[in-house]
């Protein structure tokens, strides 16, 4: 009896130091970095499972003993949890780090930026030329795609907020449209509801559009509540806006880099310059901060302004000392060019 007792003592203590070897060897293995020189990026695809890509990743020459890898999700029992999506491993990362990487759906995400000023032939442009965004609308005609987006006979020019936005590879153009349109909506109603009183708008539409034209008008955020105020002055004054940046949105693909005087004077539906009031639709993709100067603009007495050539302007309570700056910063550099509001 003796000996079978020492013999089942001797047998558990091998045991006990293999399955304590065996333990710290996973650890050891758990904790050791993976085979990366510089960073990789790994898809997981939708429907993947721990155990096919560990195989992937042994194959790639990432991960070594992938059976120890799979045996460790399933000693977590987390083995549902798998993320699909993009993940970037670095330098560092070790097989434990990655399975939390994996669990958490820590995928690698990307940025997209819908520019201040752009339209929306651009801005297709720019989305069709992205390598990340799954491509669903590049065959549909402009109406179509708002369509789509249940904005059916609406024009599409203004109607996506200017920003940046995060997403993950596989996010399709139809997605990224309706963020951006549902976001423009949700900054165009709050900023409705703390507008300055006595606005010239019957509308929100038309501060939308008022807020694209400043959007054209300048790119710094100081002067884009004092333009709109010209403008606002004017429109309630009866006088046209006569901004150039609405010809040349009318002009479509005659437009070559030029404004001439011909230009000025030859009808559109857009050129203020031959309308009263707004144009019909806005001209660009806006910002908060169009959206915020167009719906509280800065109250004043200026009626005119010009670029001064350095990305400012130089503002005029009257005609007289408008064409004086005019004279000093406009027509010694291009006689037949003009860029500001004049009566």
Same mark, same amino acid.
């Given at each position: 009896?003796r000996?079978v007792?020492?013999?089942?003592?001797? $047998?558990? $203590?091998l045991?006990?130091a293999l399955?304590?070897a065996? =333990?710290?060897?996973?650890?050891?293995?758990l904790?050791?970095?993976?085979?990366?020189?510089q960073?990789q990026?790994v898809?997981v695809?939708?429907?993947?499972?721990?155990?096919r890509l560990?195989r992937q990743?042994?194959?790639?020459?990432i991960?070594e003993r992938?059976?120890?890898f799979s045996?460790? +999700? @399933?000693?977590k029992?987390?083995g549902h949890?798998l993320?699909?999506?993009?993940?970037q491993l670095?330098?560092g990362?070790?097989p434990r780090?990655?399975? +939390?990487?994996l669990i958490?759906g820590?995928t690698l995400?990307?940025n997209?930026?819908?520019i201040?000023?752009?339209?929306?032939?651009?801005?297709?442009a720019s989305?069709?030329?992205?390598?990340?965004?799954?491509?669903?609308?590049?065959?549909?005609?402009?109406?179509?795609?708002?369509?789509?987006?249940?904005?059916?006979? *609406?024009?599409p020019e203004?109607?996506?907020?200017a920003?940046t936005?995060?997403?993950?590879?596989?996010m399709?153009d139809?997605d990224?449209?309706?963020?951006?349109? *549902?976001l423009?909506q949700?900054?165009?109603?709050?900023?409705?509801?703390s507008k300055?009183?006595d606005?010239p708008?019957?509308?929100v539409?038309?501060a939308?559009?008022m807020a694209?034209i +400043?959007e054209k008008e300048?790119?710094?955020a100081?002067e884009?509540?004092?333009i709109a105020g010209?403008? +606002? *002055?004017?429109?309630?004054?009866?006088m046209?806006?006569q901004t150039?940046?609405t010809?040349?949105y009318?002009m479509?693909e @005659?437009? *070559?880099g030029?404004?001439r005087?011909?230009d000025l004077?030859?009808?559109?539906?857009?050129?203020?310059?031959?309308i009263?009031?707004?144009p019909?639709?806005?001209i660009a993709?806006?910002?908060r901060e169009?959206?915020?100067a167009?719906l509280?603009?800065?109250?004043?007495? =200026?009626?005119?302004?010009?670029a001064k050539?350095d990305?400012?302007?130089?503002?005029s309570?009257?005609?007289?000392?408008h064409n004086?700056a005019v004279r000093?910063?406009?027509l010694?550099?291009?006689?037949?060019?003009r860029?500001?509001?004049?009566s």
């Amino acid at each position: 009896m003796r000996k079978v007792v020492i013999s089942f003592l001797i $047998t558990l $203590t091998l045991v006990v130091a293999l399955a304590y070897a065996g =333990w710290r060897s996973l650890q050891t293995y758990l904790d050791d970095p993976l085979k990366l020189s510089q960073a990789q990026v790994v898809m997981v695809e939708p429907g993947s499972s721990f155990s096919r890509l560990a195989r992937q990743l042994a194959t790639e020459g990432i991960l070594e003993r992938p059976d120890w890898f799979s045996f460790f +999700v @399933r000693l977590k029992k987390v083995g549902h949890l798998l993320k699909a999506g993009e993940y970037q491993l670095e330098p560092g990362t070790t097989p434990r780090t990655l399975l +939390v990487q994996l669990i958490e759906g820590k995928t690698l995400s990307y940025n997209f930026s819908i520019i201040e000023g752009l339209n929306f032939k651009q801005l297709r442009a720019s989305i069709n030329s992205n390598p990340h965004i799954r491509k669903t609308l590049s065959d549909h005609s402009d109406a179509q795609i708002m369509a789509t987006l249940g904005l059916e006979g *609406q024009h599409p020019e203004g109607m996506f907020l200017a920003d940046t936005y995060q997403f993950h590879r596989g996010m399709s153009d139809l997605d990224l449209l309706q963020r951006a349109h *549902q976001l423009l909506q949700a900054e165009l109603d709050k900023a409705w509801l703390s507008k300055a009183k006595d606005l010239p708008y019957e509308s929100v539409y038309e501060a939308l559009i008022m807020a694209s034209i +400043v959007e054209k008008e300048t790119a710094l955020a100081s002067e884009r509540p004092i333009i709109a105020g010209v403008f +606002v *002055q004017r429109l309630k004054k009866g006088m046209r806006l006569q901004t150039d940046p609405t010809v040349i949105y009318g002009m479509g693909e @005659r437009y *070559q880099g030029n404004i001439r005087r011909a230009d000025l004077r030859r009808p559109t539906a857009y050129n203020t310059y031959t309308i009263s009031g707004l144009p019909p639709t806005p001209i660009a993709m806006v910002g908060r901060e169009a959206i915020t100067a167009a719906l509280n603009p800065e109250e004043g007495k =200026w009626l005119y302004f010009v670029a001064k050539g350095d990305g400012s302007h130089q503002f005029s309570a009257t005609l007289k000392d408008h064409n004086k700056a005019v004279r000093e910063y406009q027509l010694r550099r291009r006689s037949d060019y003009r860029s500001s509001p004049e009566s």
